[in-house]
């Protein structure tokens, strides 16, 4: 025995270092995820996560010079033709999965080809397999993602096994020398000199994402030990000790530091891991794989042949239940992501919905927005969100308890922010009304503000969802979130909508059979203060109880024939955003998912059952190969191809089926502000009073961010700071529109230093003269005794051409009207004056002045939608007069 333990020893150290080079490259491959996605902060050097890859790939070539070992891909080394394969199969998945889904493709069909190719050299031969492994752990931590990503959304209290682990923090944190206790909680009390801290056991600050993904990929590469089980549990116990020593640590720096980021900051997240990869034992070596590899596609039921017979020279020769391997891994994967990503396309509905005004004493829908009354009740409502509706749908108010009778005929029940409890009896009401096919919308917000969550969370727990009391906001900077759906396999109430900013939404807890319709990235969420304004938090004191990383914010489930989506953020809704790029997207996706009626309901879990006997046929034949593997990657993209397009196709926006006002704001060429990403910021030229006014008047504004479609129709079209030359091409095409009876209006002040609006002009006949102002008083406008300065930036534009319909004090015109063809131009000269710094916010309450300025939008608005056969100056009793006449 003393003769053998060195030998074992020698064979121990041997193991242990290509565990070391495994775990770090399995590590470092789960950690560029957090990278890839920006899963908690936005985009830095995109070479970053390709960096981490890139080390991951090295410290497997090292291994594979110290041990060659090509598991699980050693069957792809021949024959050679599966060269092109590989590179077929994996082109065919990067053009179909969006990127960075498909980053592993690429170092995939790489290796794959290497291996086919490299026969006997073995220095290729090790390299190409190295780069095989890496590119197919990285395909399969992005086939596990979308499932971790949606359990992390859903989970981030733990319930007992969070309080249980609490009192093992507090326990390590004392034994540091802290004052920490245990709260029922789940959370940990510390006492630091200066502070109170609650610290909360959560989800994300336990196991976060890339530790998951190493699991996963670790409890893999365990699958091949002689001993799997026992494996399994040492690497699980190894993996939860160490994720809670891991908790300790950082929790300790952050208390030092005072600052939460390091639960989330990248490389911390990276670095951190690394000690984790070195805890754990690759398996014992089994069998050489020259040895124990069978022939492409072959599985242990095949007949044993002479080594002459087994030469693979084509599917005939192998036994039928061979031959149904590659047509089982490629229904399987097909199969599997049908499971995931078909959206029943159902059966339109008539389209009659119904506003719940009952109980709901917020977000009204029955104040008006006109241009008399000004306050902020009649901009923070839903009076154009209804009003927009009735263009698309038979839309009624009801103003009753919700029960059967009022349900009645109704396809679509929209439940906005409760003010008062739901009665036992429309809580039954609205279920049945779910149950027996109708479609419910339910609008929440933020922080339980006036009790809504509470309200709406009896109905919701029905549904196995719960809004939570909560205040999301972009982790990285606490402002507002910004949403980017993703490419492929977005669900149909968001399929159509841009880049949403969010106001600012709460949480959903939802069962996980309910689809993530927009799962939010990046985000913290700020648990209600019911000693702040709207219960936000107070951020003047530093937030330790905070949860972060992923959120449900729109939630979708099919319950009996009918449908329930869940939306966390009225404001969106109200009439100072509604029209902001997104939010009509998202408002007609969300009503036209909801008013389809089931047709197949059956093929998502028919497709999963059949996936999974599929998967279960693959593990009993011990099926593998090059065959296998393409067939698996082929089937995954064509099934997830056919499923995008298919609920693209199915869900496309609904058509109005009433003419719509529409005024165009031309995004392409123009350089003003809206808040459609983002809010205003110092130096930005902020339109969107003037944009939310035009509502007054009736039209509907929209964002268009293409020129050409703004020249589709005859929708007035209006343009604001243009920063750069239409073409000679898109020129000709504006006139041509213009002429056919068009109307257009050019708003620009002089501290645009471009010279696209003095062109554009001058096509019409029209010219912008600018001056140097020597002060603000040399060039004014007054109005009902309000002084307006026409001087910005030091300089002063003036029109020539055309009709004035507006004049300085000075006489000067910076209004004009001209008539082409059977068309219509319009041009002012005072842009600044219609900017938010002047007009005021959404919620102003103006003077006489500032209303006498607003009649000037709202009969140019009316002139351009052709709700008045005379231009505004051809109307002195509703027009503004010539100044300084009308100030007087």
């Avoid at 809704?573 to 007609?588: A, D, T, Y």
């Avoid at 319909?805 to 004009?816: A, W, Y």
């Amino acid at each position: 025995m003393s003769k053998s333990s060195p030998n074992r020893r020698t064979a121990s150290a041997i193991s242990y270092h290509p565990s070391i080079l495994t775990g770090t490259a399995l590590a470092l491959v789960s950690s560029s995820w957090v990278f890839f996605l920006q899963l908690y902060l936005p985009p830095g050097a995109p070479f970053l996560p390709w960096a981490l890859v890139g080390a991951a790939f090295a410290l497997l070539a090292v291994r594979a010079f110290f041990r060659e070992d090509l598991f699980p891909l050693a069957s792809l080394r021949r024959p050679a033709w599966t060269a092109a394969l590989g590179l077929a199969v994996c082109a065919v998945g990067f053009a179909v999965f969006p990127y960075p889904y498909s980053a592993g493709l690429v170092p995939l069909g790489l290796g794959w080809a290497g291996l086919a190719l490299a026969g006997r050299w073995t220095v290729p031969r090790r390299l190409s397999g190295a780069l095989a492994q890496t590119g197919l752990a990285l395909a399969v931590s992005a086939a596990a993602l979308p499932l971790l990503l949606g359990w992390a959304a859903r989970t981030h209290e733990l319930g007992f096994p969070g309080r249980l682990l609490a009192h093992l923090l507090a326990g390590m944190l004392r034994a540091a020398g802290h004052a920490a206790e245990a709260l029922p909680s789940g959370a940990v009390f510390l006492r630091t000199y200066d502070d109170y801290l609650t610290l909360p056991v959560t989800a994300e600050r336990l196991l976060p994402l890339p530790m998951l993904l190493f699991a996963l990929l670790w409890s893999l590469w365990l699958l091949r030990s002689r001993g799997r089980l026992e494996s399994l549990v040492r690497f699980w116990a190894i993996l939860l000790g160490f994720a809670l020593l891991r908790l300790a640590g950082l929790t300790l720096v952050v208390v030092q530091r005072v600052d939460l980021a390091w639960f989330w900051q990248p490389w911390v997240l990276t670095l951190s891991l690394l000690p984790l990869a070195w805890l754990v034992r690759e398996p014992a070596r089994q069998a050489s794989s020259a040895a124990t590899e069978k022939p492409v596609g072959q599985t242990f039921l095949s007949v044993k042949k002479s080594s002459a017979s087994t030469r693979q020279t084509g599917m005939s020769d192998l036994p039928l239940l061979s031959k149904l391997v590659p047509a089982l891994g490629f229904l399987g994967a097909a199969l599997a992501v049908i499971a995931f990503t078909f959206h029943d396309p159902g059966a339109s509905k008539s389209g009659r919905l119904l506003i719940n005004e009952h109980g709901s004493d917020w977000e009204w829908t029955t104040d008006t927005l006109n241009t008399e009354i000004y306050n902020e009740k009649t901009t923070y409502n839903f009076w154009c969100l209804a009003r927009y509706l009735e263009y698309y749908y038979d839309l009624r108010t009801n103003h009753e308890p919700l029960s059967p009778q009022v349900l009645e005929g109704v396809d679509v029940l929209v439940l906005k922010i409760p003010t008062q409890p739901y009665a036992p009896e429309e809580i039954e009401a609205v279920v049945d009304f779910v149950r027996r096919g109708g479609g419910l919308w339910v609008i929440g917000d933020h922080t339980n503000v006036f009790g809504s969550s509470t309200f709406f969370n009896p109905l919701l727990r029905r549904f196995g969802c719960n809004l939570d009391y909560s205040s999301t906001h972009d982790l990285a900077s606490g402002n507002l979130s910004l949403y980017r759906r993703p490419e492929r396999f977005a669900h149909p109430s968001v399929v159509n909508m841009p880049d949403y900013l969010f106001a600012t939404s709460c949480a959903i807890r939802a069962p996980l059979t309910a689809d993530a319709a927009i799962l939010g990235y990046g985000l913290r969420a700020d648990h209600l203060d019911y000693s702040q304004k709207n219960f936000f938090a107070n951020r003047d004191r530093k937030q330790f109880g905070i949860h972060f990383g992923l959120f449900l914010q729109q939630a979708a489930l099919r319950y009996g024939k009918g449908r329930l989506l869940i939306y966390t953020d009225s404001t969106c809704f109200s009439n100072f955003f509604i029209f902001l790029r997104g939010k009509p997207e998202l408002v007609l996706g969300s009503l036209e998912w909801l008013n389809r009626s089931p047709r197949y309901a059956w093929v998502r879990p028919l497709a999963l059952v059949l996936a999974l006997i599929c998967l279960a046929a693959l593990v009993l034949l011990k099926a593998r190969g090059p065959l296998l593997l393409a067939a698996l990657i082929l089937g995954a993209a064509l099934a997830g191809w056919a499923s995008d397009r298919a609920a693209r196709s199915a869900y496309p926006l609904p058509e109005n089926v009433r003419p719509v006002p529409w005024v165009n704001f031309e995004r392409d060429h123009c350089r003003y502000f809206l808040p459609t990403l983002r809010l205003a910021q110092d130096g930005d030229k902020d339109y969107l009073t003037f944009f939310v006014w035009t509502q007054r008047v009736g039209a509907v504004p929209r964002e268009v961010y293409r020129f050409e479609d703004c020249l589709e129709g005859r929708d007035p079209l209006v343009m604001m700071e243009p920063g750069t030359d239409l073409d000679a091409g898109e020129n000709a095409a504006l006139r041509r529109w213009v002429e056919e009876g068009g109307r257009l209006l050019v708003i620009n002040s002089a501290d645009n230093a471009s010279a696209a609006p003095h062109r554009l002009l001058e096509s019409f006949g029209l010219r912008l003269k600018t001056t140097v102002g020597s002060a603000d008083s040399s060039h004014t406008l007054t109005l009902a005794g309000r002084f307006f300065p026409l001087v910005v930036g030091g300089r002063f534009s003036s029109l020539h051409g055309g009709r004035a319909f507006l004049e300085s004090d000075q006489r000067e015109v910076i209004g004009v009207v001209k008539e082409v063809g059977k068309g219509k131009v319009y041009a002012l000269s005072c842009g600044h004056l219609f900017r938010n710094s002047s007009m005021g916010q959404t919620a102003v309450i103006p003077d006489e002045g500032l209303k006498e300025f607003y009649k000037i939008e709202f009969r140019l608005i009316r002139d351009l939608l052709g709700w008045e056969t005379e231009p505004p100056g051809g109307q002195p009793d509703q027009a503004v007069a010539a100044a300084p006449r009308s100030a007087q």
